[in-house]
């Protein structure tokens, strides 16, 4: 008989947020597949688990979901943990399960702490509708992208970030997507706890402030609002956007996001409404 893979949630930062049965598991497991054995030697030891541990990460996740589904066929039991919350959420995992449901072997999610669900419920921003993507790109070009999509997205959305970028992001976020209301949720169930709920600008002025900013954020971002087709014409958006200011090409830029429309499409529609 082939044994079980368990998904087991474990703490985000406070030590005493897991579940009764998840320790059980941890405790009854055969074996535990965790990102980082000492990280979680130091939950296990909390716990008094002792338990055989192998290490279960991005680099040798491939090899490593071979030998362990092996395992299980031959009747072992194993719980695969992250450092941090639920496993498979911006972490590895995704391989093992894959093969373990391919190979017929049981796969139970233990459930618990999750940092995107519990910024998301004390962020003050709609819950009814949410996406998660995982981190926000490093570069400034693919971020400046996946912001440009949510301009009308009618769900909040969630990301991890890195807390070198997060000054960085919100001032995008402010760019691209104008008075948004944010949330930064920083050290979640840490001793250093932090929510920030306020609009893009606010937020960032607040943190720019500070000599650095450190910790693990979790950023959450409004849902957008469907806009109503603006009657102005294209050349007169420009002309405004420029007595306000504005350069000539940075004004069609804006003009051109704001429209959903190339810049190429704003130059040449400004053309032919000169004429």
Known sequence: MSGTLYLVATPI?????ITHRAVRILREADLIACEDT???RKLLDHYGVAKPMVSYHEHNEAVRSEE???KMQ???????????????ISDPGFRIVHAAIGAGIPVVPIPGPSALLSALVASGLPTNAFTFRGFLPAKSGQRERLLEELREDTATSIFY??????VEALGDIERILGDRLVAVARELTKLHEEILRGTAHEIRSALAARPAVKGEITLLIGK?????????????????YVRSGMGRMEAMKKVARERRISKRDVYRRTQIEKT
């Not at 930062?13 to 947020?17: Q, S, T």
């Not at 194993?78 to 919350?85: I, K, P, Q, R």
């Open 38 to 40: 000492r990280q979680t």
């Open 161 to 166: 970030e890195a807390p070198h970028r997060i």
């Open 68 to 70: 362990l589904v092996a």
């Open 13 to 17: 930062g406070n030590l005493e947020d």
């Open 224 to 240: 957008g609002t469907t806009p109503v087709a603006d009657r102005t014409t294209i050349e007169d958006a420009v002309d405004e």
């Open 74 to 88: 031959a009747g072992a039991s194993v719980a695969l943990v992250s450092d941090a919350g639920m496993p498979l």
